[in-house]
């Protein structure tokens, strides 16, 4: 595909200036293909992995339609997750930078509904969304929908795959039908094309592909070990690459929880996220992380979407995504921003085996085999970067005034050989591997989500009529 730079599309001047203050100036495949079309106001559905600038997509397009005079809420994004939320409005207020009367307002469940009512009442002409938290702002009447000119759904596949279809169905029932509706989607399932027929209006499809869809910036490597060696080698690892933030993947939150705990007796600095955790927890933990209070992450899947950080050092699959795709989207947490990174997945039986035989046919990747490193591959790499240090000192020859004090010290008797041996000892790390110890029962290898109810587990009451839903609970 041809290379198409930001200042050759049709943006007025304060969106071409945001995009440069941002240090954009080519646009993505998605970018160059939906925004020309969004701006003549056409339905589209966008089909693309993540990484690839699906926000800007929309986002540009959104904010040079929108009505600035008009204070009502004229546009809707709604998105699976309230991290998703957050970092989609605040994308959206950095391209907005030069539009001074125009305001944008994130809305999502664990933040006290007060507020984001007080919030609501000083006007936004833009909402970003999670679809339950909405739900409850129409029923109370907080939010009135019938100016809405555009629909965005972003991450659809996720927010079905989160049981939020009927919610869904009930926003786009409630907007005005003569509004546009743009989605976004890393795969299209057959409930995603229902709602395509259903409610978007002779909509143009675009299908981005790459012919990778991890970044050539991240190494990948998986390590053939026994269940119980899991964490005494995510310490190996740790110590052997010298990473200081990584984030630990676990498939359930009662994995999360238990591997948190189990790396904080191991002596680091480790914190869980996922779907128990209220809003204000949620932010403490992941400011910690960004802040490098927090050495480990330990998230679910769906917990993680939204975590921006741009330092992450490496990513451990702890358990192997029951879906292809969500390999991608863990291992996009690092090798951001520039960076390399590193991905390590852990196999320990025939279906782990399959499964990470379907991420590198689904990747189109090739994933490197690797060995647990050994007490002495440890010793020598430490030992290997002092040695280089110390001949950079005795080289810049900055070792003058510490001579005096090497004489001192063999005045006692000891040699030379013996005090650099004792200063080796200080200087190199104590290398302690965690003996492997036996996991509490669990099963690896239960599904993500299961294919019943689609939903969570647990009864979420309905409102004014409205049926309770059964949400899954324990997986995200």
């Avoid at 001074?100 to 809305?107: E, F, P």
């Amino acid at each position: 595909m041809k290379k198409v730079t930001f200042d050759s599309l049709a943006l007025s001047q304060d969106m071409q200036s945001a995009v440069k203050d941002m240090g954009f100036v080519e646009a993505s495949p998605i970018q160059t293909e939906t925004i020309p079309l969004i701006l003549k106001r056409k339905d589209v559905v966008g089909q693309a992995q993540t990484g690839t600038g699906k926000t800007a997509a929309f986002g540009i397009p959104l904010l040079e339609l929108i009505n600035e005079k008009e204070k009502s809420v004229s546009s809707l994004v709604l998105c699976p997750t309230r991290e998703l939320a957050l970092q989609v409005s605040q994308e959206l207020k950095k391209l907005a930078k030069y539009k001074r009367n125009l305001h944008i307002l994130a809305v999502y469940g664990g933040e006290p509904i007060q507020m984001q009512i007080r919030a609501l009442k000083r006007g936004a002409q833009i909402i970003v969304a999670t679809p339950g938290r909405l739900m409850d702002h129409m029923e109370r009447r907080t939010i009135s929908l019938e100016k809405v000119q555009m629909v965005v759904l972003d991450e659809a596949d996720e927010m079905l795959n989160m049981g939020f279809r009927e919610d869904i169905e009930t926003i786009l029932k409630t907007v005005p039908d003569e509004r546009q509706t743009v989605l976004f989607s890393a795969t299209m399932p057959k409930p995603i094309l229902d709602i395509t027929k259903n409610y978007q209006r002779n909509p143009e499809f675009v299908k981005v592909t790459t012919e990778k869809l991890t970044a050539t910036a991240i190494e990948q490597i998986y390590l053939d070990i026994k269940r119980e060696a899991k964490l005494p080698t995510i310490a190996a690892l740790m110590q052997l690459h010298q990473i200081k933030m990584a984030i630990v993947f676990c498939n359930t939150k009662a994995r999360v929880d238990e591997i948190t705990e189990d790396l904080r007796m191991q002596g680091f600095k480790a914190d869980a996220i996922h779907g128990d955790l209220n809003q204000r927890k949620r932010n403490t933990v992941l400011e910690s992380f960004r802040n490098g209070g927090t050495a480990l992450l330990v998230a679910t899947d769906v917990a993680a979407r939204g975590i921006d950080v741009s330092n992450v050092d490496a990513v451990f699959n702890y358990d192997l995504p029951m879906d292809p795709e969500y390999y991608v989207h863990r291992i996009g947490r690092t090798g951001r921003a520039g960076k390399s990174g590193k991905a390590f997945s852990f196999t320990c039986s025939k279906s782990d085996r399959y499964r990470l035989q379907d991420i590198e046919q689904f990747a189109k990747i090739k994933i490197q085999r690797t060995e647990v490193p050994s007490t002495k591959e440890l010793l020598e790499n430490n030992a290997e970067k002092l040695f280089e240090q110390l001949k950079t000192i005795l080289t810049e020859g900055r070792v003058r005034n510490y001579e005096a004090l090497v004489n001192d010290f063999c005045a006692d008797g000891y040699t030379t050989y013996d005090m650099a041996v004792a200063l080796l000892k200080l200087a190199l790390p104590e290398i302690t591997i965690p003996k492997p110890t036996k996991e509490k029962a669990g099963n690896d290898n239960k599904p993500e989500f299961r294919k019943k109810d689609q939903g969570f587990k647990g009864k979420r009451a309905g409102k004014k009529g409205r049926k309770a839903k059964t949400f899954q609970a324990e997986y995200y």
